[in-house]
T-cell receptor
Framework: AQSVTQLDSQVPVFEEAPVELRCNYS??????LFWYVQYPNQGLQLLLK??????LVKGINGFEAEFNKSQTSFHLRKPSVHISDTAEYFC?????????????FGKGTKLSVIP | EAGVAQSPRYKIIEKRQSVAFWCNPI?????LYWYQQILGQGPKLLIQ????????DSQLPKDRFSAERLKGVDSTLKIQPAKLEDSAVYLC?????????????FGQGTRLTVV
């Protein structure tokens, strides 16, 4: 089974500073990678996804992520964060399991933007 | 397009009681998922339906949890009897079909507290 590791459980950052949220996954033949955001008391919303092609993926709200196959990483970045980016971010990997496609999540990283 | 609807939003019950959650997926979506999200952890897949058939329930505690998706549309998840460790947010999600490149759309979740 696939596993996803988010190396930081909490990341505080000052407003307008850059941020990187790290994600590593266990290697597999073929996986698709996702980043979701969860605002307080809300469900998960898709930020971006990597399916194939360019390894640099751009998503909503100015976020982007880079797929690195050799390092099995899919780190999320934003050059300048806003207060509204305060939320929990989940990295997820989708792979072909026994008869279905499994979407497995990491434990999440809480991003706190400090004014 | 209406999103995934879940009810209730919050539920508090005593241990050993039973509880049921309801989910209405996005119209036309064949695949429906129930996830359990314990505080401080990422969502964990409990059960996945394709239309009204179960494709994966390997992580569903079948001695106390049950789920059904009659007519391949709405779904209910039941816990009977509940334990303290069942306190979590239960997320329902749906996707157009079960494929590698399909996006899962999440509801706002039901927060269950077992006391």
């Amino acid at each position: 089974a696939q596993s996803v590791t988010q190396l930081d459980s909490q990341v505080p950052v000052f407003e307008e500073a850059p941020v990187e949220l790290r994600c590593n996954y266990s290697s597999s033949v073929s996986v698709y990678l996702f980043w979701y955001v969860q605002y307080p008391n809300q469900g998960l919303q898709l930020l971006l996804k990597y399916l194939s092609g360019s390894t640099l993926v751009k998503g909503i709200n100015g976020f982007e992520a880079e797929f690195n196959k050799s390092q099995t990483s899919f780190h999320l970045r934003k050059p300048s964060v806003h207060i509204s980016d305060t939320a929990e971010y989940f990295c997820a990997v989708k792979y072909s399991g026994a008869g279905s496609y499994q979407l497995t999540f990491g434990k999440g990283t809480k991003l706190s933007v400090i004014p | 397009e209406a999103g995934v609807a879940q009810s209730p939003r919050y539920k508090i019950i005593e241990k050993r009681q039973s509880v049921a959650f309801w989910c209405n997926p996005i119209s036309g979506h064949a695949t429906l998922y129930w996830y359990q999200q314990i505080l401080g952890q990422g969502p964990k897949l409990l059960i996945q339906f394709q239309n009204n058939g179960v494709v994966d329930d390997s992580q569903l505690p079948k001695d106390r949890f049950s789920a059904e998706r009659l007519k391949g549309v709405d779904s209910t998840l039941k816990i009977q009897p509940a334990k303290l460790e069942d306190s979590a947010v239960y997320l329902c999600a749906s996707s157009a079909w079960d494929g590698m490149n399909t996006e899962a759309f999440f509801g706002q979740g039901t927060r269950l507290t077992v006391v």
